[in-house]
């Protein structure tokens, strides 16, 4: 007990002794035109807590022990450290940060290396340009801003994700789903907050993903997150409010209108008016609000527009032994429907809300081990209304506006009556207000844990350059749902009321009760990863290897059922290597391969090997071109590789077969008699051969940079053959014997394309500005598929594109009974003058489906692009961003398509179709109007995917607009702080498109979707 006092008492007398020590060191910080520098961040090496920050004329004074480093740091300039001996005051000079992308440092497969030494096509992207998009998931901000990515946004509801690809669709199979690294780990991107990340490179061709073997093939996504700096504690923080409108909402005619084309509808085709000319002039007139309502549903149901807002903090710092990085974010999204307001006890909106958080720690055990640890995860509540929201939007195309009223007069609820004779299908028949406000309320809990443990092991000492990685991860996820469901008792009044005048009833369903339902799933994930990385010179003569295993596995811990395959983890192994040489930085050579595994196949297909090599020439170091002097970089880089994809969907362990017995059995027997057994047969045939997909994939890229980094770009042309694409085979013929569909890895695609962007920077007087412009095209062929054959060999899907819309080629309306009778029969039922009449593709002079073709572009886009402006004067700065698609086709139908094809009381009708050329009898007989002859009720032969209904999904939009405020130094340096700057964001401004009826981004065909939403915001975000 003595002994430890004593140990107190020195160490306390060391204490009071550094503290008497303390002096003051003051001075003077500015750049080599010896401007003051205000901001500066200054800092006492391994003393975490002293320092200082330069004020508004550079100059600075710290309290410090004497014979301690100071270091100087500030954004855009090299970092200075100065030994303070005897002296007390410091003046230092500050040299802008060399920012050459030569020497840019990219992530990749094997850790950061400088942009100059990629051989492979690898792009990073811009955090800020990621930043102003308003959404909760980061897939949202990429298309048009990333080069190689192809993304649509097809769905607008509070939390939903956005689908992207890596350049191009190459298979048909399961998934063409990027792999997604996060830390190195596989996880979900928009589970992050996007302040977080520290880095973000796609990584496109096999020379940069042949490492991840068997599961690189759509290409692979680098997320790098922040960590800790040495320094005073730095902390940023953020608060944005946002005003959300829909883009573009489907535009519905009113009652009078949509009564006046239904009795065109009729008398056009020889049929009794549905109305009379008294009840066309009560429903203008508005004199019967029960039996002849006019609702506009949109506006009963959606908000003029909703609130939404997003915050975030984060804390880093540390000494030389020890550095840490503390973040957390929520943010909220409310749903564009109205509430009742009577409702108290809960909310029947579509609100998202989202919560993520962050902390990892870095240690350095000894000047040559550095061990990082960290925990990071999110939480998700989704809310709904009880029928949820695809049934609104459904509801909403097919209530018109003399379906039904809001209310009746005398209180009762209305309903659309059964008009599909099945009585359990209540939700197609409430009215978008019951549906939205009537009907309870769902709730959707999710929560992601993620750790990570790292173990960076320098062996200098074994031999120099020598490095050893460990990984360990553990992720778990939990997702709990609750629906709470009712609905009134709803009614529907007879067309005619009764001899006193008083409605008459019919009641519909009765009333149900709240009853609740309630379900749950989950998972959990271990990861482990180690690598050794060997990198030296000799001379001139650069070189490094690389050798890495690495095995994951998930497995579901909730709602598995009683299949034992489903609570089997689900494992991948392998190994990968690399081994890179380069000579004077001008001539390189990488050798990439992956040697991978799943225990989703059998034994003898288990694991595969997927090499890939590449080169490339920097033209730039040559000396003949050196000596131009406006080259700093001209690299050009081939590769070529495989890499597979063994991704077949929720498909488990298909090289197995199972048995079952049959339930009507097997008769034996005489003529005229029979004895039947039960027996055993085949309920799935195994297929043992079942493989993973594999990519053979080519690049031809160019990397530049001119004029002192001024104009810089890549441009990229590719090539994918990708075979083995697992399918069934559902065209093998009968008489094989089989009674259950085997698969087989049986289809081929080939795709080819062009990526890449391009960054010109000038300073124009005082005024910095960024012209930027990216794109990627991408086209693909499919070259084998298991389907029937046929003797058209335009009906075969193989030769044509994945996702290629089909159908008739229409060649406009018929003109008149003359030419019905002078072209070739349509066996789509009986035709009449203004039916679209179609093309006889294979001239056997019938219409038929024998003659559906291959028309327009795919249904996902080919084409996606972006362009902008950036500039910056003192302190304000401005962003513009514009994105758009391309090469992308789409049919529309559906009830408010294909008017009145569902007959009385549902289906709406557009604005556009009631208010464009359309073929009228006795107005308007074009045989090129705009939409045919009415039809009330069902008519095959309009309504067929055909060209006459194929829309053009191309856009353009002003996707980003960025304004932004930074006070200046010398007054925000008085209250202690690094920088306070203040925006303005607009997102999804405007839309330039050919299609007017809905948001042309959604690629709906019906329009039964939430719609896309333009949003306003503003903000502040503080540095201290």
């Not at 780990?185 to 073997?213: C, H, P, Q, W």
């Not at 039916?835 to 593709?841: A, G, M, Q, T, W």
């Not at 200046?968 to 007017?996: C, Q």
């Amino acid at each position: 007990m003595r002994f430890i006092l004593l140990i107190c008492i020195i160490l306390l007398g060391i204490s009071f002794s550094l503290h008497a020590q303390e002096v003051t060191v003051k001075g003077k910080v500015t750049d080599i035109t010896k401007q003051p520098i205000p901001g500066v961040s200054i800092s006492v090496a391994n003393l975490p807590g002293l320092g200082a920050i330069t004020d508004g004329d550079g100059n600075f004074s710290v309290k410090m022990p004497p014979y301690q480093t100071l270091v100087f740091t500030y954004v855009g300039y090299e970092k200075q450290e100065v030994l303070v001996k005897e002296q007390r005051v410091v003046n230092i000079t500050m040299k802008e940060s060399d920012a050459s992308v030569l020497n840019e440092v990219v992530v990749t497969a094997t850790g950061g290396e400088k942009k100059i030494a990629i051989t492979g096509a690898v792009t990073t992207v811009n955090i800020d340009q990621l930043k102003s998009n308003p959404s909760t998931s980061m897939a949202d901000a990429l298309a048009g801003v990333v080069p190689g990515i192809q993304a649509m946004q097809t769905s607008g509801r509070p939390g939903s994700i956005s689908e992207f690809w890596v350049r191009s669709i190459s298979t048909f199979g399961a998934s063409n789903s990027a792999l997604v690294l996060i830390d190195g780990f596989e996880r979900d991107m928009n589970e992050i907050n996007v302040e977080d990340v520290e880095s973000f490179s796609i990584l496109k061709d096999a020379s940069a993903t042949a490492m991840y073997g068997s599961r690189g093939a759509n290409g692979v996504i680098l997320i790098k997150t922040k960590r800790g700096k040495e320094g005073k504690v730095n902390i940023n923080a953020k608060v944005e409010g946002f005003y959300n409108q829909l883009t573009k909402l489907p535009d519905f005619v009113d009652g009078y209108t949509y009564a006046s084309m239904a009795n065109e509808a009729k008398i056009v085709r020889n049929q009794e008016p549905l109305f009379s000319r008294t009840e066309l002039e009560i429903l203008r007139l508005g004199l019967d609000p029960d039996l002849f309502p006019d609702v506009d549903w949109m506006d009963v149901i959606l908000r003029d527009g909703a609130k939404s807002q997003r915050s975030m903090i984060n804390l880093s710092g540390g000494g030389k032994t020890a550095r840490y990085y503390i973040s957390g974010s929520y943010q909220n999204q409310e749903g564009m429907y109205k509430v009742d307001d009577a409702l108290k006890n809960y909310n029947t909106n579509a609100n998202f809300n989202k919560y993520t958080y962050r902390l990892s720690v870095d240690m350095d055990i000894t000047k040559s081990t550095l061990l990082t640890a960290g925990v990071s995860g999110s939480l998700r509540k989704q809310n709904d209304p009880g029928v949820g929201s695809d049934a609104i939007w459904t509801s909403l195309m097919g209530y018109n506006a003399i379906t039904a009223p809001l209310r009746y007069s005398d209180g009762k609820i209305p309903a659309s009556d059964d008009r599909d004779g099945n009585p359990d299908n209540d939700q197609d028949r409430f009215n978008p207000w019951v549906q939205g406000t009537m009907t309870g309320y769902n709730e959707n809990w999710s929560n992601n844990i993620q750790t990570t443990l790292n173990l960076d092991q320098k062996l200098d000492f074994i031999t120099k350059g020598l490095r050893f990685i460990g990984r360990f991860g553990y992720d778990t996820y939990n997702n709990n749902w609750i629906k709470r469901y009712k609905f009134p008792e709803l009614w529907s009044a007879n067309r005619y009321r009764d001899t006193a005048g008083e409605l008459v009833f019919k009641r519909i369903r009765e009333e149900q009760k709240m009853t609740q339902t309630s379900g749950s799933d989950g998972e959990k994930r271990e990861f482990f990863e180690w690598e050794t990385h060997y990198n030296n010179n000799i001379g001139m003569h650069n070189f490094g290897a690389v050798i890495k295993y690495t095995q994951q596995s998930k497995v579901f811990t909730q709602n598995i059922g009683t299949d034992l395959k489903n609570g089997i983890a689900r494992r991948n192994q392998g190994f990968a290597g690399r081994a890179n040489y380069n000579w004077k930085s001008r001539y390189y050579v990488d050798f990439n391969f992956g040697y991978t595994g799943s225990e989703n196949f059998h034994k003898d297909y288990r694991f595969g090997f997927f090499p890939a090599i590449s080169g490339a020439w920097n033209i730039g170091e040559e000396e003949i071109i050196k000596k131009l002097g406006w080259v700093n970089m001209f690299k050009v880089r081939y590769s070529y590789g495989k890499t597979g994809n063994d991704n077949l969907g929720d498909i488990r362990f298909p090289y197995l077969y199972t048995i079952e017995q049959t339930g009507g059995g097997y008769n034996f027997g005489d003529y005229d008699s029979s004895n039947p057994w039960t027996g055993m047969r085949y309920s799935t045939v195994a297929s043992p051969n079942v493989t993973w997909e594999i990519a053979t994939k080519q690049d031809l890229g160019l990397d530049y940079s001119l004029f002192q980094d001024k104009l810089n770009g890549a441009v990229d042309y590719f090539r994918e053959r990708r075979t083995g694409i697992y399918m069934s085979r559902n065209s093998l013929p009968g008489f094989v014997g089989l009674e259950t569909t085997p698969s087989a890895n049986v289809g081929e695609v080939k795709a080819a394309g062009f990526d890449g962007n391009l960054t010109f920077k000038q300073k124009v007087y005082n005024v910095d500005f960024t012209l930027r412009g990216n794109f990627t095209y991408s086209k693909n062929e499919i070259i084998e598929r298991d389907e029937e054959n046929t003797i058209y060999t335009y009906k075969l899907q193989e030769g044509h594109r994945v996702n290629q819309a089909r159908g008739l080629i229409d060649l406009g309306l018929f003109k008149d009974y003359d030419d019905i009778r002078n072209s070739p029969r349509q066996s789509f039922g009986e035709v009449m003058p203004g039916d679209i009449k179609y093309k006889d593709v294979n001239g056997d002079g019938v219409i038929d489906d024998n003659d559906i073709v291959a028309i327009g572009a795919t249904t996902r886009p080919n084409l996606t692009y972006g362009f902008g402006l950036s500039a910056s004067w003192k302190g304000l700065d401005i962003n513009v961003h514009f994105q758009g698609i391309g090469k992308s086709t789409y049919f529309i139908n559906g009830s408010s398509v294909y008017m009145f094809s569902l007959g009385e009381n549902w289906g709406n009708i557009l604005s556009d179709m009631a208010n464009s050329n359309r073929w009228k009898l006795g107005e308007n007989e074009d045989p090129n109007a705009a939409y045919p002859r009415l039809t009330y009720g069902p008519n095959p032969n309009n309504y067929r995917a055909s060209t006459f209904w194929l829309r053009d999904g191309s856009y353009l939009r002003l996707k980003t607009l960025d304004i932004g405020y930074s006070l200046p130094k010398t007054l925000v340096n008085r209250a202690h702080l690094n920088n306070v700057r203040f925006f303005f964001i607009g997102t999804n401004l405007f839309t330039f498109s050919n299609f007017k009826l809905w948001d042309p981004e959604l690629g709906s065909s019906t329009g039964k979707v939430y719609p896309l939403s333009k949003t306003l915001s503003v903000g502040v975000s503080v540095n201290l």
